[in-house]
């Protein structure tokens, strides 16, 4: 209980000192991942709505909800895939890839300073950490869940 209790308290903890950041460029954590997602892609910064919802592991409902709030602000645009008539591909505009820059700066900055008090080698321990428990709760979520305890009821008292 210790472990996913610490996991919980920091994941709450770290929520708005993160979106202190994103707030500065108008962005929640969800968008601020889409614009990260495009840049990490690389030069031409576009990728299909599947594989940015890989990048992100989120749903293509929350794929589609985040890429049209920033298309509407002018940070994403939708094209045609010259690859297939019937997809679409999302790239950031020149504004978008401004604004991803200066976020991507002021949150590597940011997380830099939470996590201060770890060295370079413990960071490293705790990532890799993280990511075990991450594969082991996927494993763990694919088994079966066990069969509940059974418990004598009031009228097995007859």
Do not use: C
């Not at 920091?10 to 991942?33: H, I, K, N, T």
Request: a positive charge; zero cysteines; aromatic letters at 2%.
């Amino acid at each position: 209980m210790a472990v996913l209790g610490r996991i919980g308290r920091l994941s709450r903890e770290l929520d708005g000192p993160l979106q202190r950041v994103f707030g500065r460029f108008a962005l929640d954590r969800g968008e601020f991942d889409v614009l990260a997602s495009m840049l990490r892609a690389g030069t031409p910064y576009q990728l299909t709505p599947g594989a940015l919802g890989e990048s992100m592991m989120v749903t293509s409902g929350a794929v589609t909800k985040r890429v049209d709030r920033l298309e509407r602000v002018g940070l994403l645009a939708r094209e045609p895939d010259p690859r297939d008539r019937r997809g679409v591909l999302v790239r950031l505009t020149p504004q978008g890839l401004e604004l991803v820059n200066q976020a991507v700066e002021q949150h590597v900055a940011n997380e830099e300073r939470l996590l201060a008090g770890l060295t370079r080698k413990d960071r490293e321990q705790l990532a890799r950490l993280l990511r075990q428990l991450g594969e082991s709760m996927h494993t763990a979520e694919a088994a079966p869940a066990p069969a509940p305890a059974s418990s004598p009821t009031a009228s097995s008292s007859k």
